[in-house]
């Protein structure tokens, strides 16, 4: 079978690299490139991080820094959520690579512009690298097969009231993407609030004693502490999700929604706004990710964990 080519966008943070080790033990995948963007912390730092995850997992390919800042505004970090390296708990490995001497816009272009067939953008931060890609490369469009994304909520915000943390970084960015055409797989805080990982579940996890997954049970201990002072009785991997939307589409329940982007609103902006009545008779230009089944979602991220003892390094 032909495998989903695919580019990782993110802001590591602790679920972006469980996404990411997630990708990376996927046989349905064919990961050609990582990109760092501002988000959970700043550009300088989320880039390393990628670097120290792509070590961990050993995956060896062309990483660029992504914008330093949102489009329009100036960057949120979440230190809150994520400490002040933005992947704090446990140690990990130096950068095994460097990364490449080209922005990481330029990177995905060049990327699709290689690509024999389309690939699948698969963002987990702010949108604003991909914002920025297709505002700076109308003509690589086609050359984007699907965008998977972490971010939004049809129903409900975490940052603010409405608003999701992803697009709320960078809603101009958000909004770009959303009027693009390009087939987009919103996998927002409708679905990820409902994927807990509860500490029994980290402790499957830790079992598989790999360097890998005894990290990753780490990272799920540091996660969840900050969740579970807020009344959480596990961790929501969200960023998780855009991966298992291209791995494990069958434990999920989607609908195609138009969705929308606020960026101009008094208490609403950032939010993303499913026309759920069809009042605006726009064709839909979202998959919105609705549910999902918890215990295959977390059978699937102990199986990636369990792929990390079976290969070297
Ligand atoms: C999103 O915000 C970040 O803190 C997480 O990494 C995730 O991408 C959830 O709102
Ligand atoms: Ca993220």
């Known amino acids: 079978m032909n495998k989903i080519p695919v580019i990782l966008d993110g802001d590591p943070g602790h679920d972006d690299a469980i996404a990411w080790v997630l990708a990376n033990a996927s046989p349905l995948l064919d990961i050609r490139a990582c990109t760092s963007v501002c988000g959970n912390q700043t550009i300088e730092k989320t880039s390393y ?11 060896n390919v062309p990483f660029a820094m992504g914008r330093k800042k949102p489009l329009l505004r100036e960057p949120i970090i979440a230190p809150n ?43 987990t931060g702010p949108l604003t690298n991909i914002g920025a890609l297709l505002l700076l490369y109308p003509e690589l469009k086609p050359k984007i097969a699907r965008i998977s994304l972490m971010g939004g909520g049809i129903y409900f915000g975490n940052w603010t009231p409405a608003a999701e943390f992803n697009i709320l970084v960078d809603p101009e960015a958000a909004n770009i993407v959303f009027r ?33 997954a005894t990290v990753v049970a780490e990272w799920l201990d540091f996660f969840y502490k900050f969740h579970r002072g807020k009344g959480y009785d596990g961790a929501p991997v969200h960023d998780a999700l855009a991966v298992t939307a291209l791995v494990k589409p069958e434990i999920l329940t989607m609908k195609d929604y138009y969705v929308q982007v ?31 089944d918890r215990q295959a979602f977390v059978d699937l991220l102990v199986e990636a964990a369990a792929y990390y003892g079976k290969v070297a390094g």
């Open 180 to 212: 693009s055409g390009v087939p987009i797989t919103m996998s927002g805080l409708d679905v990820t609030e409902e994927a807990l990982v509860f500490p029994e579940d980290f402790e499957r996890i830790r079992a598989l004693n790999n360097p890998v």
């Open 262 to 292: 606020e960026t101009a609103g008094d208490f609403t902006t950032g939010m993303t706004i499913a026309d759920h009545f069809g009042v605006l008779r726009q064709q839909p230009n979202a998959t919105v990710v609705l549910g999902i």
């Open 81 to 123: 959520v994520h400490g002040e390296t933005g992947l704090d708990g446990p140690a990990l490995p130096e950068p095994a690579i460097k990364p490449e001497p080209i922005d990481g816009v330029e990177l995905m272009a060049k990327v699709l512009k290689e690509s024999a067939e389309p690939v699948t953008l698969v963002p």
């Open 49 to 59: 991080n990628s670097m120290r995850v792509m070590a961990l997992i050993g995956l």
